[in-house]
């Protein structure tokens, strides 16, 4: 199955030059495209694109604060800034880009790019959220209840917690749990020494980690040796686990 693009460009020359230059990589496929930051997010909600390239300036609007929407939206979407603006790019990674292009685009470097993410494909399941309540002292648990039942969950099996289709979810190694609480609330109610906000959309279990990897250019991917799914994590806190560890 194509991977699925869009792309978010108010030249609409510019659009078909991506839109060319992507689909002549195998894998790929432009699901739609746009020029302003509403229609974006419209088209980001109706097709769920794993993939977005997207300028920096869109008729007015700013294409950082349009990531920022998306990536709460779904964490793991590989955004691609395509822009004539070098200087927003340390602006543009504090919101975890998987790239930065700059015009005028260097067709080899763009089919790097796509390559890369064709290596990364990536599925994500569907959740049904629930409502955390209470952290239960002592018992070393999380409960968490939905519209007609209660879980709770053991805090040594969690394994990750991450931002998803806008809730929280929370993967232990056979079961998940959907909330609506932040992922600060979970946070304050983890351990430091064993639990890491590795970015800005997850929680990771320091015990669980099976191998960590380069993931775009400022950003790595974690491997759990208890789970079949992963989490990215920012050079910033790469290098302190390396230092805990070391």
Sequence with gaps: MAIRVIVVEDESGIRKLLRKIIERNDGFEVAGECDNLADAVSLFARLKPEVVFLDIEINGASGIDCAKIIADMEPKT???????????????????????????FDIERVDRTLARILSLK???????????????????RLLVKGRESMSFVDIQDIVLV???????VIYTRQDSFTTSAGLGDIEAKLDPELFLRSHKSYIINLSK?????????????????????????????????????S
């Design 78 to 104: 590989k955004i691609v800034f395509a822009t004539a603006h070098a200087e927003y790019m340390p602006e543009a990674f504090e919101v975890y880009a998987f790239d930065y292009l700059v015009k005028p």
């Design 122 to 140: 990536e599925q994500e399941p569907q959740e049904h959220p629930d409502k955390i309540v209470r952290y239960e002292k002592g018992l070393d």
């Design 162 to 168: 991450q931002r998803e289709n806008n809730s929280t």
């Design 209 to 245: 980690i099976k191998k960590i990897e380069p993931y775009g250019r400022w950003t790595y991917i974690v491997a759990f040796k208890d789970l079949d799914r992963d989490a990215l994590i920012t050079a910033e806190k790469y290098e302190e686990i390396k230092k805990r560890f």
